[in-house]
């Protein structure tokens, strides 16, 4: 299911990003600070580019490009 950026308060948006920017394997190397790499991704939420993934079922967040997401599911957002 994909949860809209902005039904989330801007503190647990933020944790949610540095969240995903932080984990292990996602910057190769990259040493960009961490906010520069915090305000990349909330642009991309911004533009439509990322989206917010909720899996019910291990009641996990996560973010994925666009592009990456079930069809069906953008629909549904737009409902």
Do not use: Y
């Not at 920017?21 to 939420?45: F, I, K, M, S, W």
């Amino acid at each position: 299911m994909l949860i809209p950026s902005s039904l989330l308060e801007a503190d647990t948006l933020t944790r949610l990003i540095e969240d995903f920017v932080t984990r292990e394997g996602t910057d190769n190397g990259d040493e960009t600070p961490l906010q520069t790499r915090v305000q990349r991704v909330r642009h991309a939420l911004d533009k439509g580019q990322a989206v917010i993934v909720f899996d019910p079922e291990s009641q996990q967040c996560q973010l994925a490009l666009k592009r990456d997401v079930p069809q069906e599911w953008l629909q549904a957002l737009d409902e």
